[in-house]
């Protein structure tokens, strides 16, 4: 596999240059303008040059079925203006003011600049300058780009129905929109499908299941000894003085427990995801309001925290980018999955991934082996064990929680040692050691709508195949005994 050969732009000259957005701050009409801007362009931008979508599949994945209280606002915006030559994508709001501007930069996708900017400001954008990309398809693992689906029929023709059922809309929640599935027994893939204008090489915005990418990414840095679950004093900004965040652990972090203050709702950092501010503005700079390690909040502060803390164990910018890919991602093939960035450099790690279905059953796959792939040792050896197990402070629910992974300790049918990677708009991946299986269903479920039971839908995947299998055994019983009798025979 070739190395990157890279060059970044500075993240000090664009600080420097650009505005950096405060926490604090109103729910103005002016506001809501720019971040529903903001939205458009950032997931035009991405839709087109990381997955390749026409705008007309945009219009109908992507920019449909969004959050319920920015439907006003997008309709106010302009129609996302799409710049083929310069990679970008702006979006007008208000006359006084710049567009919103998103820009696709190889390997890290697309960039949104804040609030305010002028297009001058994409100069200052951080990106890959020497971009290898892997090398070329690939067609040497479990799950590569030349395997099709194996065909052991009595587990295929098991899994038909629930497979079609998942995309009917009805069965596992009224007007849910499937749009890929693949289920993985053993290393073979044993059922896929995909909606119209999706296949194996079609990325999407993984939304929280980057949450669980980005322990797999800690996962590795553990693997390494860099960092691990102990470790603490892990960002630079929380050394000062008697600041109590200095005893925030790797694992209060990874299991939604750092106590920091993430507001009412800690699953929406949009003045990130939509409205181009930093990390290190928006995610660190919250105070405590519980013990770290006492209370399960849902925070996408914490993951992002997280992976800021890779970034600075790490110590190099340029080797920061790159980890994600050489340590674990082009390792296991997962050859389609992008890390997009703020314009300082962090990985928004919480929500902005683009990957295939199938690049996310690679990952599972790699749980599967206790973080080993091939003859590699990825993940710290111990790893699985870390993130299935529940943390010391749970949510309420239906489900339970480990690091960075949600638990279905008691969802019935279910296998208790399953776990999973869950987000926003219908995005699984559901991982069952015992049964050797890895589910991955992704959809465009309409924010705020019935929500696709994905507890049912592996219960039937997991009945059906035990159901194949004990039909199979009764088959070969059956045959063993002819084959007893005809030798018996004078």
Not at 323 to 338: D, M, N, Q, S
Request: charged fraction near 25%; aromatic fraction near 8%.
């Amino acid at each position: 596999m070739s190395r990157l050969k890279c060059l970044l732009a500075s993240a000090a000259c664009l600080a420097a240059s650009l505005p950096a957005a405060g926490q604090e701050g109103g729910d103005t009409p002016e506001m809501r303008a720019a971040l529903a801007a903001g939205y458009k362009a950032a997931f035009t931008c991405s839709a087109t040059f990381n997955a390749g979508q026409s705008m007309a599949e945009i219009e109908a994945n992507e920019l449909s079925g969004i959050y319920p209280d920015y439907r006003d606002a997008f309709e106010a915006v302009s129609d996302p203006a799409i710049n083929d030559q310069a990679r970008t994508v702006s979006v007008s709001y208000r006359r006084s003011m710049p567009p919103r501007i998103a820009a696709y930069r190889p390997g890290l996708g697309c960039v949104q600049l804040p609030i305010g900017a002028s297009p001058e400001a994409i100069d200052y954008l951080p990106g890959f300058t020497g971009w290898d990309g892997p090398d070329g398809p690939d067609d040497a693992s479990v799950i590569g780009d030349d395997v099709r689906m194996t065909f052991p029929v009595h587990v295929t023709d098991a899994l038909e129905a629930p497979v079609s059922f998942a995309f009917d809309g009805q069965t596992y929640g009224e007007g849910t929109r499937t749009s890929a599935v693949v289920i993985a027994r053993d290393g073979e893939i044993v059922g896929e499908r995909y909606a119209r204008g999706i296949d194996a090489q079609t990325p999407q915005r993984t939304w929280s299941v980057a949450k669980s990418i980005a322990a797999t990414l800690i996962g590795a840095a553990a693997n390494d000894g860099l960092i691990g679950p102990d470790s603490r004093a892990l960002i630079e900004a929380w050394q000062g003085g008697a600041d109590p965040r200095r005893n925030i652990s790797l694992a209060n972090l990874l299991h939604m427990a750092s106590g920091l203050d993430s507001g009412e709702r800690g699953a929406r950092t949009d003045r990130i995801y939509f409205g181009g501010a930093r990390v290190i503005d928006e995610a660190l700079t919250a105070p405590l309001e519980a013990a770290p390690g006492t209370r399960f909040k849902y925070a996408n502060n914490d993951t992002l925290a997280a992976v800021r803390a890779l970034r600075e164990a790490l110590d190099d910018d340029e080797t920061y980018r790159i980890y994600p890919y050489e340590k674990v991602l082009w390792p296991i093939g997962a050859r389609r999955t992008v890390l997009e960035t703020d314009w300082n450099g962090d990985f928004i790690a919480s929500s902005q991934v683009w990957t295939t279905a199938r690049d996310l059953a690679r990952i599972g796959e790699l749980y599967l082996n206790d973080g080993k792939w091939g003859e590699e040792q990825i993940l710290h050896p111990d790893w699985r064990e870390f993130v299935m197990t529940p943390a010391p402070a749970q949510p309420d629910g239906e489900f339970g929680y480990g690091a960075q992974f949600w638990l279905l300790p008691d969802a019935p049918g279910v296998p208790e040692d399953a776990f999973a990677a869950m987000g926003h708009r219908g995005q699984y991946l559901v991982i069952i050691p015992s049964e050797g299986l890895v589910i991955v269903r992704r959809g465009y479920d309409e924010s705020g709508g019935t929500r696709f039971d994905i507890t049912g839908f592996t219960r039937d995947i997991v009945a059906r195949i035990h159901t194949a299998r004990a039909a199979q055994a009764a088959e070969q019983a059956a045959a063993s005994a002819a084959e007893r009798e005809l030798s018996d025979e004078p």
